[in-house]
């Protein structure tokens, strides 16, 4: 059937993309961040950190979240773009780029990061924030919504879908019937030698950002993230499946993707995956950014602020 053809060759684009590196531009500790304006919440978590940009009285709240070892660099153009107008949350999930472990260093990692951020969202005082999730972010994104519906204002996932797992299986595959392979894949990424496993990252990197110049940032963030935590992290991403819950997301919802890196994915295939992907979600609206890769605010930084600006107004 042609569209499990599609999603076939999905399965080889983002496992590829999801298992690699995001753009940073610097590491440092906390305090060195202080010196670039922006300040970190005072909340007590050993799944994440946040940075936090914008003026005395925003016109509201942005939480941003990255990918798999993504550092909250990634934002750094939107933030600039946003930061004037909002109060603008960065999250650096612990264990990725530099950061240490702490309570990521062993089971799952998105899941639990979601209910700290309803807790933060909560213990903050924000008031229907906007959520941005990109990647591995934008599943985080999505178990916000779903399962803490009231705490979020608007939500957008950046080329993601619900379910990774259908990926590595055949029709009809569900978490449980894909847990298996989640293992050995865990299994390859956790124990292979970290030179081995900084070349197949590097690799991927290739594939996920069109423009050549910006691809050494997210290789030295993968060089300071934990190999464990994102073993760990991939491993759980393959066996979630959020569909069932789309439904009970209640914030207004747009979908930024990307055509499938892979010259047998058309725009047309790519479009119905992700047609097929939100079916389960009223009202979510879908769309597609061309010339771009995985990183779409990188690839198409003008691109993804207009997006992002039309959705919050």
Known sequence: MKTMTAVAALAACL????????????????????????????????RFHVRIDGPEHPVGDIILIPGLTSSPEIWDGLTDELKGRYRVHRVHVQGFAGAPAEDNATGPVAAPVAEDLARYIAEQNLNKPVVIGHSMGGTIAMMLAARHPDSVGKLMVVDMVPFMGVMFGPPGTTAESVAPIADQVYAGMSSSPREAYNAQATASINGMINTEALRAGPIRDMETSDQQVAASSFRELIVTDLRPELSRITAPTEVLYVKFNDPRMTPEITDAIYRMSYQGLSGVELKRIDNSAH?????????FAAEVNAFLE
Request: charged share 10%; hydrophobic share 45%.
């Open 15 to 46: 496992s590829l993309g999801l298992a690699a590196p995001a753009f940073a531009q610097e590491h440092g500790s906390h305090g060195a961040h202080a010196a670039h304006g922006h300040q970190h919440a005072e909340f007590e978590s050993g």
């Open 295 to 303: 990183f779409i605010m990188l690839d198409q930084p003008a691109a």
